[in-house]
Nanobody, 124 residues
């Protein structure tokens, strides 16, 4: 069993930055792929970024490419999402997720564990 707890959300002005963290409990964190997803009001959950078990392979949604960076620290059982140049359309609840398959995928159905989410609001 893996428990995921996100933090770091909040209110930020357009053009600002936030760093989200996702702390994992349980064994074998370093073998899981990790992903970040988001869900805006009235919209379906969408893929944001993913990172493989070792941290060398990453993938991003086109909408965040060049602005967001996913990383992980396996010694701390934590995955991060650095978000720069934030836009109003980035407003959403952000979720981290863990996949037992260590490669990761943009498909939310392939993830086995989910956090409770953290709200990110981009507004002036």
């Amino acid at each position: 069993q893996v428990q995921l707890v996100e933090s770091g959300g909040g209110l930020v002005q357009p053009g600002g930055s936030l760093r989200l963290s996702c702390a994992a409990s349980g064994r074998a964190f370093s073998t899981y792929a990790m992903g970040w997803f988001r869900q805006a009001p009235g919209k379906e959950r969408e893929f944001v970024a993913r990172i493989n078990w070792g941290g060398r392979n990453t993938d991003y949604a086109d909408s965040v490419k060049g602005r967001f960076t996913i990383s992980r620290d396996n010694a701390k059982n934590t995955v991060y999402l650095q978000m720069n140049s934030l836009k109003t359309e980035d407003t959403a609840v952000y979720y981290c997720a863990a996949a037992l398959s260590g490669l990761g995928t943009p498909d939310a159905k392939r993830y086995d564990y989910w956090g409770q989410g953290t709200q990110v609001t981009v507004s002036s």
